[in-house]
């Protein structure tokens, strides 16, 4: 149990495109997930937190209109990456939170992100 | 504010020796700690994870950590290291309040060798 998966896996993406990143609670409903980015040799940043139904709460200094988060169901979450830069070429994580076992996170396998 | 701080950001040990990762950690609320594992181009994996119940916690692939509260530590320890234990480390505390967001230390990373 407590599966998150993250599509896709991995993207390329030209530099000025959009990407969509999708997060999945797969056997439990998650009324938060959070969004992660990790550069390589380093450890995970929080970019924001996403709620069911309501807006993301975003992290100090991350651009809110560059990285657009929708959390439009208790199963999915979405960080789309608005004009892409080579310099938002990353590793992206997320994870999600039970609503019922309340604490703890699971986390997805991560989506390699490369502008080019 | 709560933070954790892991001591040595590359740590190598031969096959079968022990395995000791160090975090200390910085909370004004009893902590939840957490330690994760990270392989190569992949998501976290828990480990084991301290709740105010027993000090001494035990988790998965034989590792096992100890809070002290007195010296404000969770080290990550096992007793004899696995090939397979090669992959990258982190250190987390709960946030209390809010959406509990998890704070993870810098990470360290563990070579195995023959």
Redesign the interface.
Same mark, same amino acid.
């Given at each position: 149990g407590a599966v998150v998966s993250q599509h896709p896996s991995w993207v390329i993406c030209k530099s000025g495109t959009s990407v969509k990143i999708e997060c999945r609670s797969l056997d439990f409903q998650a009324t938060t997930m959070f969004w992660y980015r990790q550069f390589p040799k380093q450890s995970l940043m929080l970019m924001a937190t996403s709620n069911e139904g309501s807006k993301a709460t975003y992290e100090q200094g991350v651009e809110k209109d560059k990285f657009l988060i929708n959390h439009a169901s208790l199963t999915l979450s979405t960080l789309t990456v608005t004009s892409a830069h080579p310099e938002d070429s990353s590793f992206y994580i997320c994870s999600a939170r039970d609503t019922h076992t309340g604490y703890e996170q699971y986390f997805g396998p991560g989506t390699r992100l490369t502008v080019t | 504010a709560q933070s954790v701080t892991q001591l040595g950001s590359h740590v190598s040990v031969s096959e079968g020796a022990l395995v000791l990762l160090r975090c200390n950690y910085s909370s004004s609320v009893p902590p %939840?700690l957490f330690w %994760?594992v990270q392989y190569p &181009? $992949? !998501? *976290? $994996?828990?480990l084991l @994870?301290y709740t105010s119940a027993a000090t001494l916690v035990k988790g998965i692939n034989g590792f096992e950590a100890e809070f002290k509260k007195s010296e404000t530590s969770f080290h990550l320890t096992k007793p004899s290291a696995h090939m397979s234990d090669a992959a990258e480390y /982190?250190c987390a505390v #709960?946030m209390s309040g809010g %959406? &509990? @967001? *998890?704070i /993870? !230390?810098? !990470?360290t #990373?563990l070579a195995v060798h023959p």
């Open positions: - | %939840y %994760y &181009n $992949q !998501g *976290l $994996q828990l @994870k /982190f #709960r %959406y &509990n @967001k *998890l /993870f !230390g810098a !990470g #990373r």
